[in-house]
């Protein structure tokens, strides 16, 4: 190991010798194969010096379920201040977590855990991995000092960041606990008040909205637990927050939102996971044969048609591929007469990634009381057609106030949507690598199935880049100013501490 080391040393010590014999120029076309030189970097009508970002968790570098050292330094604004930081940028400042374990803690009690790893087969908590951690970042006794140039709140929804008191402890479990980390001395300042009392010369704003439709589509569209944003206050708040961002000349760049079907939280799961013997399947059939035979009276009583009959009926057989039972609340009320709503998924409905954990396991222990099987999953475990009818529409909602608001202020605008559908139907070319959106090894998705590995966040930073291209005519990707794919890793080690 020593010899190795050693080796290493010297390799460093070569490549130093020779980067101080070459010139910026040769620095910035190495690896250049054209014959001309890039030209050198331009930061055209933009001015970088004082760069502040604002969003929920793509801001803040969340990954892998959970915010920690490593995936805040690979953040997208970071990676940009990095690259802006050669053309005039100054200094970007985060509200830096303890440690590479992730998770909050309150007062030393646990209010979110560490994050996932990769287990083998799939995502793993962290702790199954190397055991017990403690978790450091404390929002009670450790929390950094601002101003903070990033300012993402994980969880926080459009109208959250014109709220004051948002981020004041004293407001929990109302409050959120990332926004208390930044907030310091004025608990009741809103984020926008955070971030507009910097004075930004530019500022991104990414996903503003995703959380007005995502708590609902991870809760499988149970809006007993969460509900989406009516687009109207969406409207009001993202004219407020660009309002604000914008009121003293600051240029910008802001993003749309994407589709859940884009996500692999909604697409790892299939619908028809089930497998079963033919002893099993005609012991399961015979449990809900009263069930089937309720249909049919319900239809010879005109309750219900027969593609409705057909659609309910529940039949298992010999096979691997069998459909897992659901509840659906857009079928016919039957209630009245004893008969729940219950059918088969199909592949147009989509599971949620923690029903992974779900499917399949007793209920109690009882061994004829099996989840997904013998019980129907609940609503929270599923997202309908219709359920994702509904967040299709307001997608498509706040997606055109974004842009029309992005158009009329002249920012420069990401269309993330369409970046994450391309990478869940064919992949994208980054580099020398492909990626899609598939859980673990597509390279792009966390293995949360929602936020972005570094890589990822690498990708997306790139696509700032060139949008700020086009609109302020900087040059980062002709003068070769572009993040590299090899510079971030898609998955990190649990061993990283």
């Given at each position: ?42 930061a055209g009508t933009a ?177 007993n637990i969460d509900q ?264 990190y080690s649990p061993l990283?501490?």
């Amino acid at each position: 190991m020593k010899k190795l080391k050693y080796i290493a040393l010297s390799f460093l010590a070569l490549s130093i010798f020779s980067c101080e014999n070459e010139t910026l120029d040769d620095l910035r076309n190495r690896g250049n194969t054209d014959s001309e030189p890039l030209p050198e970097l331009t930061a055209g009508t933009a001015d970088f010096s004082n760069y502040v970002s604002i969003g929920p968790s793509f801001t803040a570098g969340f990954s892998d379920g959970s915010v920690f050292l490593a995936a805040q330094q690979n953040s997208f604004p970071k990676i940009l201040s990095d690259k802006f930081a050669n053309a005039g940028g100054g200094t970007f400042t985060q509200p830096l977590v303890s440690d590479n374990f992730g998770g909050l803690a309150a007062g030393g009690v646990r209010i979110s855990n560490p994050r996932l790893v990769f287990g083998g087969a799939g995502p793993v908590p962290l702790e199954s991995v190397i055991g017990p951690v403690t978790v450091g970042t404390d929002i009670v006794t450790n929390n950094p000092i601002g101003p903070f140039n990033n300012l993402g709140i994980p969880g926080a929804k459009s109208f959250h960041f014109i709220a004051p008191g948002y981020g004041n402890i004293a407001n929990l479990p109302n409050a959120n606990p990332y926004a208390v980390r930044v907030t310091g001395n004025a608990p009741n300042a809103t984020i926008l008040e955070l971030a507009t009392a910097q004075s930004p010369s530019f500022f991104t704003a990414d996903l503003i909205g995703g959380n007005d439709v995502l708590g609902y589509a991870t809760q499988g569209g149970d809006a007993n637990i969460d509900q989406i944003t009516d687009p109207m206050t969406f409207e009001a708040a993202f004219n407020a927050i660009i309002g604000g961002m914008t009121a003293n000349g600051a240029k910008g760049a802001v993003t749309n939102i994407p589709y859940v079907t884009s996500l692999p939280y909604f697409t790892a799961v299939g619908h028809d996971v089930v497998p079963l013997d033919q002893a099993t399947a005609d012991l399961v059939n015979g449990g809900f044969a009263p069930y089937n035979g309720g249909l049919l009276f319900a239809q010879s009583n005109g309750l219900l048609d027969a593609e409705e009959v057909a659609q309910r009926t529940i039949n298992f057989t010999a096979s691997s591929n069998n459909a897992v039972v659901i509840e659906d609340e857009n079928l016919t009320d039957l209630s009245a007469f004893g008969i729940p709503s219950y059918r088969q998924a199909t592949a147009d409905d989509l599971v949620v990634l923690p029903a992974a954990s779900v499917i399949g396991t007793t209920v109690g222990g009882n061994p004829t009381l099996i989840n997904g099987v013998s019980v129907p999953l609940a609503d929270r475990w599923i997202l309908t057609p219709e359920e994702q009818a509904e967040i299709a529409t307001a997608v498509d909602a706040y997606n055109a106030t974004i842009s029309s608001v992005a158009s009329s202020n002249g920012l420069a605008f990401v269309d993330v949507n369409a970046i994450l559908e391309e990478a869940a139907s064919t992949g994208v070319v980054f580099d020398d690598f492909i990626h899609t959106a598939d859980l673990v090894f597509g390279g792009l998705v966390s293995l949360d199935g929602i936020h972005l590995t570094s890589r990822g966040y690498a990708y997306m930073a790139n696509a700032f880049l060139l949008a700020i291209d086009d609109t302020y005519g900087s040059n980062f990707v002709a003068s070769g100013n572009l993040a590299r794919a090899e510079d971030f890793v898609t998955n990190y080690s649990p061993l990283l501490q």
